[in-house]
């Protein structure tokens, strides 16, 4: 709806505020495509995006596998994985209570959910396909300069399309063109230095402020997956690091983080563990190892280094990309394994894989969906479309009014989300103070002036 008002960008859940730390690349596309089909963005958000990059996505997938493996089976496990792959998280909540949910155990969402990040989606797509061009590319340098336009095109922009995805590509790129370099082929500086110099020219201008959203914080994920109480609650894992660091036995200390690192990455593999037989065979460096290796470290160090300001959790979206790479990997190792030994290797993988992704299909899949709009409400929104141009005052989140409601919840009562405006097409005074706190904007003044509104009584007549 921002985007139907021209450029800069307004932060339409705070009004009068240009957006900024936001990767805004997929909503400009939705607001272009809105504007020139006139089809609506919600129509466009929840139902005909969706069903398209789902498959350009598997499209895509197919041809990079096809190439890179030239296994038909390499290439159809790999298609399962992209689709399907699960953690284990099921076997945990198999053994506490006997169900198969589990999902995000382990932190890290599964490939069943991908759908509920736009923006997630959209940069699968177009890092897919820039690797696709990538590994045609290096092995035909014939093409390069047919190949580096495109390529400086797709990856040159990710940076704004999801920025985590972005960062990763930037630091194996740069890793690939110091191999290049060392191996004396500095023509490969005619790929890489477009697409850091558009990824530059397109991201620092609306990011000025985000290197402030990290916070050093080494192993906050693990520590939290081990903690929580509604992750593993690991009371005794717990209790061994905290006692070995205060009492000075490092030992035990290193232990305890070493064995919730190891269940971090294996929780969230699931089945995929079997990428590492991939992994190891790349014996022989070229810049295409080079740069998936340098993408898989960053994409698992950055998460256990930091987290972010407003929902420190966010930062495991890193480890989405290295989730994504070992599809791939597990899908080339499982298609040799059965050929040398047993295809009954594939039939476990899958039978393992599934139960997270079939108990998370039933989750978005409800009798009854979570939350909705109210017909009146919706008339209203409609009403406040028609209306000229100005800034709306909506109702706060509250969870006194959450607690009221059962399922299907009025969106005002279910999450603080910047509904109104989307649906009406005006600037909130301010909504969303989730996305707030991760944009870092300091909206507590409005917020409490949003309040003192709303609880202002009319004087009796």
Request: aromatic fraction near 18%; avoid cysteine.
């Amino acid at each position: 709806e921002s985007v139907k008002r021209g450029l800069p960008l307004e932060n339409f859940f705070f009004a009068g505020v240009n957006l900024f730390n936001y990767h805004f690349f997929y909503d400009l596309l939705l607001g272009v495509t809105s504007v020139l089909t006139r089809i609506s963005g919600s129509d466009l958000y929840f139902r005909q995006f969706p069903i398209l990059i789902s498959f350009f996505i598997g499209l895509v997938a197919f041809y990079l596998a096809k190439n890179w493996f030239k296994s038909e089976m390499a290439v159809n496990l790999s298609l399962f994985f992209l689709y399907f792959g699960g953690s284990f998280g099921w076997i945990v909540s198999f053994i506490k209570d006997r169900s198969f949910g589990g999902e995000t155990l382990f932190w890290a969402q599964q490939g069943v959910s991908t759908l509920i990040n736009p923006p997630f989606v959209i940069s699968l797509l177009i890092f897919l396909a820039g690797l696709y061009l990538f590994q045609k590319l290096l092995g035909q340098k014939d093409q390069l300069v047919n190949l580096t336009i495109p390529l400086t095109v797709l990856w040159g922009s990710l940076i704004e399309f999801k920025v985590y995805v972005g960062i990763l590509v930037l630091i194996g790129l740069l890793l690939a063109t110091i191999f290049e370099i060392l191996n004396k082929n500095f023509s490969f500086l005619k790929l890489s230095l477009p697409i850091f110099i558009l990824s530059a020219i397109i991201f620092l201008p609306n990011n000025f402020g985000s290197n402030s959203l990290l916070v050093f914080q080494p192993f906050w994920l693990i520590h939290s997956m081990v903690d929580s109480a509604d992750r593993l609650n690991w009371v005794r894992l717990s209790n061994a690091r905290i006692l070995g660091l205060d009492s000075g036995n490092y030992f035990k200390f290193a232990t305890a983080e070493i064995i919730g690192f190891l269940v971090f990455i294996f929780g969230n593999l699931g089945t995929r563990f079997f990428g590492f037989f991939t992994l190891i065979s790349f014996r022989n460096l070229n810049t295409f190892t080079v740069f998936l290796l340098s993408f898989l470290f960053s994409s698992l160090v950055l998460p256990m280094l930091f987290l972010q300001k407003g929902a420190g959790f966010n930062i495991v979206q890193f480890f989405y990309y290295f989730l994504l790479i070992f599809n791939f990997l597990a899908a080339a190792s499982l298609a040799y394994l059965a050929r040398k030994f047993s295809w009954i290797l594939i039939l476990a993988a899958i039978f393992l894989t599934l139960p997270t992704t079939w108990d998370s299909l039933h989750h978005f899949l409800p009798v009854r969906p979570p939350a909705m709009i109210p017909a009146g409400e919706v008339e209203g929104l409609h009403f406040l479309r028609n209306q000229s141009d100005g800034i709306v005052l909506s109702y706060y989140f509250s969870i006194r009014e959450h607690e009221k409601f059962g399922p299907p919840q009025p969106l005002f009562a279910y999450q603080s989300t910047p509904y109104v405006s989307a649906f009406s097409g005006k600037p909130e005074f301010i909504a969303d103070t989730v996305n707030l706190e991760i944009l870092g904007i300091d909206y507590k003044g409005r917020y409490q002036i949003q309040k003192d509104v709303f609880l202002m009584r009319e004087p009796e007549m």
